[in-house]
Nanobody, 122 residues
């Protein structure tokens, strides 16, 4: 099944940084917005960041604004999430998915990956 592959998770101390990537093979991302999501045990899934199909627009959850950055390389069908100043509360499984627009909530997200785990120590 067509799905993202997320990479880059791991264990990091508070205040540290991690760079995540997700890649979709066999399908072009040129016409799709891509979002990063996360979910921690006992919490609902949260949209962290999203980037428009051409990378012109980005948005971030308030909880990560100013600390996370999203970017994309459509030639590589890859989207990145640069995480800095990490907090314990950032701990969770991080996933990518795609849809037509970040803002079109009538659309469901597709091509969910298996996720990559981020653990931030206190």
């Amino acid at each position: 099944q067509l799905q993202f592959v997320e990479f880059g998770g791991g264990l990091v101390q508070s205040g540290g940084s991690l760079n995540l990537s997700c890649t979709l093979s066999g399908f072009t991302l040129d016409y799709y917005a891509v979002g990063w999501f996360r979910q921690a045990p006992g919490k609902e899934r949260e949209r962290v960041s999203c980037i428009s199909m051409r990378g012109v627009s980005t948005d971030h959850a308030d909880s990560v604004k100013g600390r996370f950055a999203i970017s994309r390389d459509n030639a590589k069908n890859t989207v990145y999430l640069q995480m800095t100043s990490l907090k314990f509360e950032d701990t969770g499984a991080y996933y990518c998915a795609a849809r037509g627009r970040c803002s079109n909530n009538a659309e469901s997200w597709s091509f969910w990956g298996q996720g990559t785990s981020v653990t931030v120590s206190s």
